[in-house]
């Protein structure tokens, strides 16, 4: 009885809910005389106390402690690590980071964020959203396009790509200004470089010509190889622990992974240690054994290492970033023993 009782509440609720948030949707699309950097700063009143958040749509007053958080997947692994995670109620998942087990987020397990709903992709369920009634939300770029319907839910923050892609430590430490965590985040940052001179005095200056490079198979689900930029952040942590990055990688590349144009292409990313991303189903046996891959230096080396795992690589946070600081070193310091 109680089951059906609770079923037939959803279906006379859900009409209402429809509806509240259908107004929502117009109000938001049609308040075009509202200038964007003035549709968040207008929710202030809702908290007792807030901070006034400058971002790239304008101005958001958000609350000084925030119960109840939704954000775009990047911002998991950072908050995690800020101990912020008992605040989070909802978050993206891109379709590519499901598993059998459900959503993996960047730098995180299934596990790990079990309990929090997911919203959608890109871009989220404005309904999902407003059923969990956050009191913010954070999100990229990806969420520029119904920003002002968001910001009649909640109080808004969007951060662009750029302020994120080319170093996490100063995205760390960006986030960790919107909740008052800067200490930890400088805490946290302090480990990191701890970690990082740690891993530099092992390997001493064996590796001190040696050249990496590092390309991806089965970016975005497909079943090639490709390019990544400059910036991503496995060439951060290399550039910390002073290794030399093959200079063939471009700074100015926007795609996080671009596709050779051949499987020839290949061989212009040979070097003396040679990293692959594993984003596909594939072994790395598999990988290896392709004829162009096999004819490498660095395999025929045994200096061609396969790392498998999404969320091992697609990190922006200090707890993804220090597993995969890890998994580089592990093999830095084999392949040292080699020169």
């Known amino acids: 009885m109680n089951v059906k009782k609770h079923l037939i509440n959803y279906r006379v609720i859900k009409p209402f809910l429809l509806m509240a948030l259908s107004f929502l949707l117009v109000t938001g699309c049609n308040s075009s005389e509202i200038q964007l950097s003035d549709i968040s700063t207008q929710r202030a009143p809702r908290f007792a106390e807030c901070q006034v958040v400058e971002h790239p749509l304008g101005k958001t007053c958000i609350p000084l402690k925030p119960q109840r958080i939704i954000l775009d997947s990047w911002f998991l692994d950072p908050l995690f690590a800020l101990e912020v995670k008992g605040s989070i109620v909802g978050t993206t998942c ?34 999902k959203i407003l059923l969990l009634k956050p009191d913010l939300i954070l999100g990229s770029d990806s969420f520029k396009s119904i920003y002002k319907q968001l910001s009649n839910i909640a109080p808004t923050v969007l951060i662009n790509w750029d302020d994120i892609k080319f170093s996490f430590k100063s995205y760390l430490l960006h986030i960790a200004q919107l ?7 400088k805490e946290i940052l302090v480990q990191y470089q701890n970690r990082v001179a740690e891993v530099r005095k092992q390997l001493g200056d064996q590796l001190k010509n040696a050249e990496v490079s590092v390309i ?46 051949s499987i020839e292409t290949i061989n212009n990313y040979d070097s003396d240690i040679l990293f ?64």
């Open 179 to 185: 909740f008052d965590r800067e200490e930890v985040a």
């Open 216 to 261: 991806i198979y089965g970016c975005a689900g497909n079943n090639g190889f490709s390019v990544p930029p400059r910036y991503a952040i496995w060439f951060q942590i290399l550039d910390d622990l002073g290794i030399k990055i093959k200079p063939i990688f471009s700074m100015s590349q926007e795609d996080w992974c671009t596709t050779f144009d």
């Open 276 to 339: 692959i991303a594993n984003l596909h189903s594939k072994s790395g046996y598999f990988i290896l054994e392709k004829p162009l891959v096999s004819s490498l230096n660095a395999v025929k080396n045994g200096r061609a290492y396969v790392i498998d795992g999404q969320d091992v690589w697609d990190v922006y946070g200090p707890l993804g970033v220090n597993r995969l600081l890890d998994l580089l070193s592990k093999h830095l310091l084999k392949a040292a023993q080699s020169f």
């Open 94 to 127: 891109p379709t590519w980071w499901w598993i059998a087990k459900g959503c993996v987020a960047s730098g995180l397990s299934s596990d790990q964020i079990e309990g929090i709903e997911t919203v959608g992709n890109y871009p989220p369920s404005l309904e």
